[in-house]
């Protein structure tokens, strides 16, 4: 067995971002919660839309402007089958340009059509313009 990676295209995710709510000076970091308005995700083998209200992302940004991503979404199939959706990332927030944000999606669901998602971990590599998030999404194999 090889040790090499493979990334294999899966999808492209859009999300519609709300103006962040601001926590300075937590424990932790200043903390900014973005509340998603709207998304999709579309590929070959998988395409789906933000189902219900319940996606944020919890980014915590450290002292030395590191963004940690916390993102969960419920998202739902173009065939009905739910999935749950959680990433965590980073993003370099130090320079006033749009950086790159790097995540490493996984997928959950109880639908058998889509049991392999449970199986696979995804990477993705997205810029954030205005209020517009667009990741590639990628299958490490």
Do not use: C
Not at 40 to 51: E, Y
Not at 56 to 74: F, I
Not at 106 to 120: I, V
């Amino acid at each position: 067995m090889s040790s090499e990676l493979t990334l294999v295209p899966l999808a492209t995710m859009v999300a519609e971002l709300r103006p962040p709510k601001v926590l300075l000076r937590t424990p932790a970091g200043t903390r900014m919660i973005y509340e998603v308005a709207a998304g999709h995700i579309s590929g070959d083998r998988l395409k789906a839309k933000l189902a219900g209200s319940s996606s944020a992302d919890w980014m915590l940004v450290g002292p030395d402007g590191t963004g940690t991503l916390d993102v969960r979404s419920l998202v739902e199939t173009d065939d009905g089958a739910l999935l749950f959706l959680q990433y965590s990332g980073r993003v370099d927030l130090t320079d006033g340009d749009v950086a790159p944000l790097y995540a490493t999606p996984r997928f959950e669901t109880g639908d058998p059509r889509y049991g392999w998602l449970n199986k696979l971990q995804a990477v993705g590599k997205g810029t954030l313009t205005g209020n517009t998030l667009t990741y590639d999404l990628y299958e490490l194999r």
